[in-house]
T-cell receptor
């Protein structure tokens, strides 16, 4: 079974631009969550999508948004990029509620 | 704020010794608990999950959960140099989805 696939692996963007990251979960997994990882803050929960609906949301500004498609693939969008948005963005795929999450390799975003 | 706290370390143990990693969480209603291992530059990979009070063993790894004390631990027996990594404790306090809160991780070094 293929794992969680995130694209692209690396991105360099300029302040003020927007970016879209993609995540394909493990086949059969309907829950997709997004996390931001920085050296100072660690892994922080952004949001979770299940059956095309946002089910949970973390404490991030509205510049961070996402969506999920009918095939469970998910995208995350960050608008008006700031230097502080530079981070590793991780997508996690879960089969059932309260079960283990499997992470993709992440997208390393650098904002200059 | 649903906090998860870990000692950041670094923790150093000699090869063959037992490594003990600890984690406390603030949300008493938390449902599920996970330990992830993250090598430098890689994404987190699941080691173990535990839902009920007590011990759960898987090979060289034992997870311990005490909900009354809001405490989770991971023991690594016969530590190997390949166990050198950052260990992340994750808690899912949600009963409506998959929303993990992570500790900042404990850096473990196993000395040959």
């Amino acid at each position: 079974k293929a794992g969680v696939t995130q694209t692209p692996r690396y991105l360099i963007k300029t302040r003020g631009q927007q970016v879209t990251l993609s995540c394909s979960p493990i086949s059969g997994h309907r829950s997709v969550s997004w996390y931001q990882q920085t050296p100072g803050q660690g892994l922080q929960f952004l949001f979770e999508y299940f059956s095309e609906t946002q089910r949970n949301k973390g404490n991030f500004p509205g510049r961070f948004s996402g969506r999920q498609f009918s095939n469970s693939r998910s995208e995350m969008n960050v608008s008006t990029l700031e230097l502080g948005d530079s981070a590793l963005y991780l997508c996690a795929s879960t089969e059932l509620q309260n079960t283990e999450a499997f992470f993709g390799q992440g997208t390393r975003l650098t904002v200059v | 704020q649903k906090e998860v706290e870990q000692n950041s370390g670094p923790l150093s143990v000699p090869e063959g010794a037992i490594a003990s990693l600890n984690c406390t969480y603030s949300d008493r209603g938390s449902q599920s608990f996970f330990w992830y291992r993250q090598y430098s530059g890689k994404s987190p990979e699941l080691i173990m999950f535990i839902y009920s009070n007590g011990d759960k063993e898987d090979g060289r790894f034992t997870a311990q959960l005490n909900k009354a004390s809001q405490y989770v631990s991971l023991l690594i027996r016969d530590s190997q140099p390949s166990d050198s990594a950052t260990y992340l404790c994750a808690v899912n306090p949600s009963n409506t989805g998959n929303q993990f809160y992570f500790g900042t991780g404990t850096s473990l070094t196993v000395i040959p």
